[in-house]
Nanobody, 122 residues
Framework: VQLQASGGGLVQAGGSLRLSCAAS????????MGWSRQAPGKQRELVAT???????KYADSVKGRFTISRDNAKNTVYLQIYSLKPEDTATYYC?????????????????WGQGTQVTVSS
């Protein structure tokens, strides 16, 4: 499974951004997809996940501002980010797994894409 993330960039605080991640390869068994982020000097954290059936989960730190969605026909997961804050500055990675777990513990996800950088200026 290959995951290709895109959509990052430099945005002013208060702005919005939509990240995309397209999956390819042996994707027929993929159930859960998600987004994680890693800020400079901090650990990577999963912030949002979504199952093939559309069940979502969010980290408390992003609830209300991040929306994860998925187009199963396109094998693509999206992350819409509203009201961006400087503390959202990070490299954002997409993740995927074939299992049923859709929580926010990264160790349960087998597939990871390369990151896309999001920088929020104040």
């Amino acid at each position: 499974v290959q995951l290709q993330a895109s959509g990052g960039g430099l945005v002013q605080a208060g702005g919005s951004l939509r990240l995309s991640c397209a999956a390819s390869g042996s994707i027929f068994n993929i159930n859960v997809m998600g987004w994680s982020r890693q800020a400079p000097g901090k650990q990577r954290e999963l912030v949002a996940t979504i199952t093939a059936g559309g069940i979502t989960k969010y980290a408390d730190s992003v609830k209300g501002r991040f929306t994860i969605s998925r187009d199963n026909a396109k094998n693509t997961v999206y992350l819409q980010i509203y009201s961006l804050k400087p503390e959202d500055t990070a490299t954002y990675y997409c993740a995927a797994d074939q299992g049923r777990y859709y929580g926010l513990d990264s160790k349960y996800y087998d597939y990871w894409g390369q990151g896309t950088q999001v920088t929020v200026s104040s």
